[in-house]
């Protein structure tokens, strides 16, 4: 099961450099539950790659987004 959740973590830095991710000249903000994956797992620039391991992070920022969209009138029918 280690090797699998390695060679995934080793997947998803593969796809990411697919997308134009430069290890060299940006840093990578990670947030959910991907994250401790990448964390326990990845092989990474630790100074290059922020990862906040909140599984909720996701639904919160939407949370938040909803909030701002309905205090603006966005959710008036």
Known sequence: ????AKEYTKEIFERLKVHEYDTETM?????G???CLIKN??????SRVN????INATAKGYEYLAELNMRK???KN
């Open 1 to 4: 099961m280690r090797e699998e």
């Open 27 to 31: 840093k990578l903000h990670i947030v």
């Open 33 to 35: 539950g991907v994250g």
């Open 41 to 46: 797992f990845g092989e990474y620039d630790k």
């Open 51 to 54: 990862i906040c391991d909140d």
């Open 73 to 75: 009138g966005g959710g």
